[in-house]
């Protein structure tokens, strides 16, 4: 048996950080990771790392136009400068734990043989290994609906469709939320005939109806092909291509066949925690599938924490490199650091262009009790959107009435990942509306139009 201080289970974004933090307090730390493609987690190698470099490559793609040809030479050019990127950024995260003589990076699938005690099946055979603690940090995997043909070799979730090489030039999308209208947007630029098929009444049913609105409208005007109520009832292979069978507009509605060269599942994600043998440890689950833990992200059982998606969090990266500033705060610190005191969780799209939404919608707002107060400025009476040549999109504010606080916003326009974060302090800070209406910001920016957002508010109690 192999004892050490601290045993991490998966190399993602919180457990490299912790596992370095553990490090440099003197530790000995095993970090068990079941895919050498995944040293750094989902983020540097199928999330948000290369998928922002496609979207980047995918902009300026389609600012260059040129024949089918062309675009698809340059996608396959952008999957390889992304396959570069993603390259050096698992290197980088392997040495960055795996260089340390404190620190054992060990190969293998993990599981609990008892509270703090686990097993890595490795190549080379199993390991037995007992640690003081024990932290959790395996991820999420994609969830995939039942429906008959799904299992087909060109039906995609979004972390396989971007190792495809060759550009879909059809695209059908099952899914209108976050990540199924960023992958169309992107595919769109790229030049490929993008379909979305959306379950619900609407893409983006939870956000506000107005920004969703223009979301809607952005992206048809661009030829992506948005249908709602659509209920995918089949999946056919056809030569060198797909059929996607749906039944539009409900039980009773029309079915309608699209065929595309390859089909993307954006259908959600769930906790990864399968085969790691939970129950011997005493650890429980919650309602939707993620480790049960408290707001130290303690699980229920001592001396275990959980964090990321396992745990049930928000499913962002940045949440799971908040995750482990909480649980370094409650093993080398004080515990002041918890999930109720991070504040306004920001969150962003990038769609084109991107779409960044904090806090509540006027509609969560009042049905929370609060008088509120909105304003909406679109994109287009923006000075710095016509220099970007981009004025697709608006921003709007809620902000409520008695109190002056900002309340939430959503911001569908150029620079809009970088402008939520603005809105974050702001909102985590207390600081009133009026101080954004009235700040001196530098010229040309987006940032200088919160002072005419925020001049224009009214009541919409």
């Given at each position: 048996?192999?004892?050490f201080?601290?045993?991490?289970?998966g190399?993602?974004?919180?457990?490299?950080?912790?596992?370095?933090?553990?490090?440099?307090?003197?530790?000995?730390?095993?970090?068990?990771?079941?895919?050498?493609?995944?040293?750094?987690?989902?983020?540097?190698?199928?999330?948000?790392?290369?998928?922002?470099?496609?979207?980047?490559?995918?902009?300026?793609?389609?600012?260059?136009?040129?024949?089918?040809?062309?675009?698809?030479?340059?996608?396959?050019?952008?999957?390889?400068?992304?396959?570069?990127?993603?390259?050096?950024?698992?290197?980088?995260?392997?040495?960055?734990?795996?260089?340390r003589?404190?620190v054992?990076?060990?190969?293998?699938?993990?599981?609990?043989?008892?509270?703090?005690?686990?097993?890595?099946?490795?190549?080379?055979?199993?390991?037995?290994?007992?640690?003081?603690?024990?932290?959790?940090?395996?991820?999420?995997?994609?969830?995939?609906?039942?429906?008959?043909?799904?299992?087909?070799?060109?039906?995609?979730?979004?972390?396989?469709?971007?190792?495809v090489?060759?550009?879909?030039?059809?695209?059908?999308?099952?899914?209108?939320?976050?990540?199924?209208?960023?992958?169309?947007?992107?595919?769109?630029?790229?030049?490929?005939?993008?379909?979305?098929?959306?379950?619900?009444?609407?893409?983006?049913?939870?956000e506000?109806?107005?920004?969703?609105?223009?979301?809607?409208?952005?992206?048809?005007?661009r030829?992506?092909?948005?249908?709602?109520d659509?209920?995918?009832?089949?999946?056919?292979?056809?030569?060198?291509?797909?059929?996607?069978?749906?039944?539009?507009?409900?039980?009773n509605?029309?079915?309608?066949?699209?065929?595309?060269?390859?089909?993307l599942?954006?259908?959600?994600?769930?906790?990864?925690?399968?085969?790691?043998?939970?129950?011997?440890?005493?650890?429980?689950?919650?309602?939707?599938?993620?480790?049960?833990?408290?707001?130290?992200?303690?699980?229920?059982?001592?001396?275990?924490?959980?964090?990321?998606?396992?745990?049930g969090?928000?499913q962002?990266?940045?949440?799971a490199?908040?995750?482990?500033?909480?649980?370094?705060?409650?093993?080398?610190?004080?515990?002041?650091?918890?999930t109720?005191?991070?504040?306004?969780?920001?969150?962003?799209?990038?769609?084109?262009?991107?779409?960044?939404?904090?806090?509540?919608?006027?509609?969560?707002?009042?049905?929370?009790?609060?008088?509120?107060?909105?304003?909406?400025?679109?994109?287009?009476?923006?000075?710095?959107?016509?220099?970007?040549?981009?004025?697709?999109?608006?921003?709007?504010?809620?902000?409520?009435?008695?109190?002056?606080?900002?309340?939430?916003?959503?911001?569908?326009c150029?620079?809009?990942?970088?402008?939520?974060?603005?809105?974050?302090?702001?909102?985590?800070?207390?600081?009133?509306?009026?101080a954004?209406?009235?700040?001196?910001?530098?010229?040309?920016?987006?940032?200088?139009?919160?002072?005419?957002?925020?001049?224009?508010?009214?009541d919409?109690?």
């Amino acid at each position: 048996m192999e004892h050490f201080d601290a045993a991490i289970i998966g190399f993602g974004t919180a457990g490299r950080a912790l596992g370095g933090a553990l490090a440099d307090a003197g530790q000995t730390v095993a970090v068990i990771e079941q895919s050498e493609r995944m040293y750094g987690g989902a983020c540097v190698n199928n999330a948000c790392i290369p998928t922002k470099a496609l979207v980047h490559s995918a902009r300026l793609s389609a600012a260059m136009g040129g024949s089918i040809v062309e675009r698809e030479e340059r996608y396959a050019a952008a999957i390889d400068d992304m396959n570069k990127l993603r390259d050096s950024a698992r290197e980088r995260n392997y040495h960055s734990l795996a260089d340390r003589p404190n620190v054992a990076v060990i190969d293998g699938r993990a599981a609990f043989t008892g509270p703090l005690a686990l097993t890595a099946a490795t190549a080379d055979g199993t390991r037995e290994i007992d640690a003081d603690r024990v932290f959790i940090d395996t991820g999420s995997l994609p969830s995939l609906p039942a429906i008959p043909g799904i299992d087909s070799p060109r039906v995609h979730v979004s972390s396989s469709l971007i190792d495809v090489r060759t550009l879909p030039r059809q695209l059908v999308v099952i899914g209108g939320g976050y990540v199924g209208l960023e992958f169309a947007s992107m595919y769109a630029d790229f030049g490929a005939q993008v379909t979305v098929l959306q379950r619900g009444p609407a893409i983006l049913e939870h956000e506000d109806g107005e920004t969703a609105e223009a979301v809607r409208k952005s992206l048809a005007d661009r030829g992506i092909q948005l249908i709602c109520d659509a209920d995918v009832e089949r999946i056919d292979d056809e030569h060198d291509q797909v059929l996607v069978h749906a039944r539009i507009g409900g039980a009773n509605g029309a079915e309608r066949r699209f065929p595309a060269h390859a089909v993307l599942a954006a259908t959600g994600r769930t906790p990864n925690t399968a085969g790691l043998n939970l129950e011997a440890a005493g650890i429980e689950l919650g309602e939707r599938g993620g480790i049960r833990t408290d707001e130290h992200l303690r699980t229920t059982a001592p001396g275990v924490w959980a964090m990321g998606d396992a745990a049930g969090s928000p499913q962002f990266t940045y949440i799971a490199y908040d995750d482990f500033r909480i649980v370094r705060d409650d093993v080398l610190g004080d515990g002041a650091r918890t999930t109720e005191n991070r504040g306004a969780i920001p969150r962003c799209t990038f769609v084109h262009p991107p779409f960044a939404r904090i806090g509540a919608t006027a509609q969560e707002a009042r049905d929370a009790g609060f008088t509120v107060r909105t304003a909406t400025l679109p994109a287009a009476g923006i000075g710095q959107a016509r220099i970007l040549r981009d004025e697709t999109g608006l921003m709007k504010a809620v902000v409520d009435a008695n109190s002056d606080l900002v309340l939430g916003m959503d911001l569908f326009c150029e620079d809009a990942q970088e402008l939520v974060n603005l809105v974050k302090i702001v909102m985590d800070a207390r600081i009133p509306a009026t101080a954004l209406r009235d700040a001196v910001f530098t010229h040309p920016s987006m940032t200088e139009a919160f002072n005419n957002l925020f001049a224009a508010l009214r009541d919409a109690g």
